[in-house]
T-cell receptor, first 116, second 113 residues
């Protein structure tokens, strides 16, 4: 069974440009999460989808970030316009949604974003 | 508010010696606790999780952790380190009222031959 995949693995852009990150969860997983690790800091929650609906977006830093999950399958996270402080590693995770809050979240390898 | 504190940012051990990675948590209610590991260029992998069943939790690759409510600790241990254990380890709490995970700052484990 394929795990969570993320694309691209690395992205280097200039301040003010737009970047779109993609996450493909494990097939059949209803829950999809985005997290971010800024250099030197802990991994922080961004948002949570249940199927195509946003369940919790309390961690989204500002309105330059837009997440979508059309059709309840893959998700995209767009940053527009990118700022220097957006640099970091963006992780995606998915879970089946069958065991309640103790569901194991399966993580992808992350996308390393560098904003110059 | 829920939080986790990983007491060591770096731990170095010799191969074959015990590993101890320390974690303290703060939670108003009975939390779920996890340890994840990240090897270079890989995703985060679940080592083990505690969900209010047995307080001693066994995970993969010989790791285990003990939930101690009186000490609010969830330390990760392994009797004998292997070179392949070199990685970054994260202690994680999941609050009772949400699915989101709250991460510690991570502990980087080095294993010397």
């Amino acid at each position: 069974e394929a795990g969570v995949t993320q694309f691209p693995s690395h992205s280097v852009i200039e301040k003010g440009q737009t970047v779109t990150l993609r996450c493909d969860p494990i097939s059949g997983h209803d829950n999809l999460y985005w997290y971010r690790r800024v250099m030197g800091k802990e991994i922080k929650f961004l948002l949570h989808f249940v199927k195509e609906s946003k369940q919790d977006e309390s961690g989204m830093p500002n309105n330059r970030f837009l997440a979508e999950r059309t059709g309840g399958t893959y998700s995209t996270l767009k940053v527009q316009p990118a700022e220097l402080e957006d640099s970091g590693v963006y992780f995606c995770a998915s879970s089946p949604g069958t065991s309640g809050r103790a569901d194991t979240q399966y993580f992808g390898p992350g996308t390393r974003l560098t904003v110059l | 508010a829920q939080s986790v504190t990983q007491l060591d940012s770096h731990v170095s051990v010799s191969e074959g010696t015990p590993v101890l990675l320390r974690c303290n948590y703060s939670s108003s209610y009975s939390p779920s606790l996890f340890w994840y590991v990240q090897h270079p260029n890989k995703g985060l992998q679940l080592l083990l999780k505690y969900t209010s069943a047995a307080t001693l939790v066994k995970g993969i690759n010989g790791f285990e952790a003990e939930f101690k409510k009186s000490e609010t600790s969830f330390h990760l241990t392994k009797p004998s380190a292997h070179m392949s254990d070199a990685a970054e380890y994260f202690c994680v709490v999941s609050p009772w009222d949400t699915d989101k995970l709250i991460f510690g700052t991570g502990t980087r484990l080095q294993v010397f031959p």
